[in-house]
C-alpha cells in the first residue's frame, strides 16, 4: 500500500520548535520531489516549502523563510521540515506530498499527487 505518514505535530509555546516527518511506505521517495502544506482552520492549503528528489534544491514561502528548513533522507525514505521560531499564525494541519517530479520551484498543489494525512501544530501560550 503507498501512502505518506506524518508525524512530529503538536502543542508548542510561541518561539518554540518541533520537527515534523514524512514516511513513505510501499514506495521511495527517491524518485520525487516532496512538498509541505499547512491548512489553519477556514484557510486554504497553503505550499510551505519543497525540496527536490536529491535534496540539492529547496523552496519555501515567504511566511516561513528562515524560519523553517526542508531536508531529506532518501536512505530513510523520509522527508523533515523543521520548524524554528514558531509563531501563532504557524498553527495548522501541516501535509507532505509527493511532487509530479524530481525537481520543484514553487509549491502549487496541483503539482503534488500522494498526501499524507497530515498532523496538527498548533502554537499557543
Known amino acids: 500500500q503507498v501512502q505518506l505518514v506524518e508525524s512530529g505535530g503538536g502543542l508548542v509555546q510561541p518561539g518554540g520548535s518541533l520537527r515534523l516527518s514524512c514516511a513513505a511506505s510501499g514506495f521511495t521517495l527517491d524518485r520525487y520531489a516532496i512538498g509541505w502544506f499547512r491548512q489553519a482552520p477556514g484557510k486554504e492549503r497553503e505550499g510551505v516549502s519543497c525540496?527536490?528528489?536529491?535534496?540539492?534544491?529547496?523552496y519555501y514561502a515567504d511566511s516561513v523563510k528562515g524560519r523553517f528548513t526542508i531536508s531529506r533522507d532518501n536512505a530513510k525514505n523520509t522527508v523533515y521540515l523543521q520548524m524554528n521560531s514558531l509563531k501563532p499564525e504557524d498553527t495548522a494541519v501541516y501535509y507532505c506530498?509527493?511532487?509530479?517530479?524530481?525537481?520543484?520551484?514553487?509549491?502549487?498543489?496541483?503539482?503534488?499527487?500522494?498526501w499524507g494525512q497530515g498532523t496538527q501544530v498548533t502554537v499557543s501560550s
Open positions: 506530498a509527493t511532487h509530479s517530479r524530481s525537481w520543484c520551484v514553487t509549491v502549487f498543489e496541483t503539482d503534488f499527487g500522494s
Open positions: 525540496i527536490s528528489n536529491s535534496g540539492g534544491s529547496t
